[in-house]
């Protein structure tokens, strides 16, 4: 089964009280306003992104999930999966392959 | 259970402005450069090194990423003349900024392109003076930085950089707008004009000798609206509509200057402003929590009742500011009254008429006559 770490690509940086993942290789696509793009985790997301800091695996995660919140594996397998491909999405996470 | 993921970039800037929280930061590395623009806004006689070093550069950003900024301009002085330059540059990106990087391309090198190219900025604005040697060198004053600039130019487009150009319209290039922007429509580079020049940082006059007249300053914008455009430039301005406090209360300061912005020099001293370089505060030194709620005083001081633009109703949308009115007339309670005949001239009226308000007395004035 396939790991999910951090990618180095990535900075977490607290501002205004939220969490910001700020890809740092990210270009303005207006550069005359230097506007941006960048992701907000709410407090579940901060939650997942703090099990990332080493690999894990989906059943890993699931399992902190429902340990953690009143939530169905069911309901939290689909929310995990989900937050993993958007966070795959922006460059956020990579895969590690189980040796 | 919800899992939030999205951009917010509006919801922050929003925020930011609400909270005075520090998003934005401009850190002159250095004030030195290899060219000698007429006009320049830097003022080397009383800002004299030993500038930060590499460390204390680095020392200032862990700083900077502990108060929360989030967007870092980098500039000079030419930032390319600080040998160390690639090192700071990659320990802001690592650090989480998202670094712009100010330059006037003429320093770029294949090192440096490729550095962009695998590690690039947020984004890159480029000084453009000129688009033939005659124009460019008349301004920068150096021979033969204008093929430098173009080789700047073509190493900073092949790394595929996020690129703006911009040009400070001055009477020596009046004439020579609509090439300018053929140039860079020609390479498909974004680009903008300020039709206005600044007086340098420490008061200094020699670059409104440069100043193309206010009247021919509505003329200018006019003509670049439609160049840029296609269309007929029309009142209101979208400059007019700043709109004024939330509380009523007509405050010094109407930007963001010392509010979501701010700015550190070459010494590490910060200020709110980059023309505005008082009140400073030594930022190696001080915690930042001290540095922001002096700055944040500074600031929020009421514009007082006798200033010349207390209760002005073009004054929401003017570009007089206490940071030119200071440049101008030694006090940021005075006027630029550059600024204030172009305000006029844009709105169709005929300029004020105005004291020599660097004569002006205290406790208005910072002449003691």
């Known amino acids: 089964m396939a790991r999910f770490v951090r990618s180095a690509d990535v900075v977490a940086r607290r501002i205004a009280g939220e969490l910001v993942l700020v890809p740092i290789a990210t270009r303005t696509d207006d550069a005359e306003r230097r506007t941006a793009n960048f992701y907000v985790l709410n407090g579940t997301g901060e939650f997942l992104w703090d099990r990332l800091a080493s690999p894990a695996d989906i059943d890993a995660l699931v399992s902190a999930v429902t340990q953690h919140f009143a939530i169905s594996a069911g309901e939290a397998l689909g929310d995990v999966e989900r937050f993993l491909a958007e966070l795959a999405d922006c460059g956020a996470i990579d895969t590690v392959e189980r040796t | ?369």
């Open chain 2, 1 to 369: 259970m919800e899992l939030l993921l999205s951009a917010f970039e509006q919801q922050i800037r929003a925020q930011s402005r609400r909270e005075r929280l520090p998003m934005t930061c401009t850190f002159e590395l250095t004030p030195t450069c290899n060219l000698r623009c007429h006009f320049c806004y830097v003022a080397l006689d009383p800002y004299k090194g030993p500038y930060l070093t590499t460390q204390q550069v680095f020392a200032v950003l862990d700083k900077l990423e502990r108060a929360g900024v989030l967007w870092l301009t980098l500039t000079g002085g030419e930032v390319l003349s600080r040998r160390d330059f690639p090192e700071i540059y990659l320990y802001a990106r690592k650090k989480g900024f998202l670094v712009t990087v100010f330059t006037n391309a003429t320093m770029m090198t294949e090192r440096i392109a490729e550095l962009f190219r695998e590690q690039p900025p947020f984004s890159v604005e480029v000084s453009i003076y000129g688009a033939d040697a005659e124009h460019y060198e008349g301004v920068t004053g150096i021979k033969g930085s204008f093929p430098r600039f173009v080789r700047g130019i073509d190493l900073l487009q092949g790394a595929g950089v996020s690129l703006l150009l911009k040009h400070p319209t001055s009477s020596i290039t009046a004439d020579h707008v609509g090439a300018i922007h053929e140039w860079c429509e020609t390479r498909g580079i974004v680009h903008k004009f300020a039709a206005t020049i600044e007086n340098r940082h420490d008061g200094g006059q020699q670059p409104s000798l440069y100043r193309i007249a206010p009247r021919a300053v509505r003329g200018l914008k006019d003509e670049l609206h439609l160049a840029m455009t296609g269309q007929q430039r029309t009142m209101p301005l979208p400059e007019c509509n700043m709109g004024g406090a939330a509380d009523g209360v007509e405050r010094l300061y109407q930007c963001g200057a010392g509010r979501v912005a701010f700015f550190v020099d070459a010494n590490g001293r910060a200020s709110h402003c980059v023309l505005d370089r008082e009140p400073s505060f030594a930022l190696t030194e001080m915690e930042w929590d001290d540095v922001w709620e002096q700055m944040g005083a500074w600031v929020d001081q009421p514009l007082p009742k006798e200033a010349p633009c207390s209760g002005c109703s073009l004054r929401s949308g003017c570009m007089n500011c206490p940071a030119r009115a200071r440049m101008a007339s030694g006090s940021p309670y005075l006027k630029d009254t550059y600024y204030c005949d172009v305000t006029h001239a844009e709105h169709g009226l005929e300029p004020a008429q105005h004291p020599d308000y660097r004569t002006y007395p205290r406790p208005l004035g910072a002449c003691t006559v």
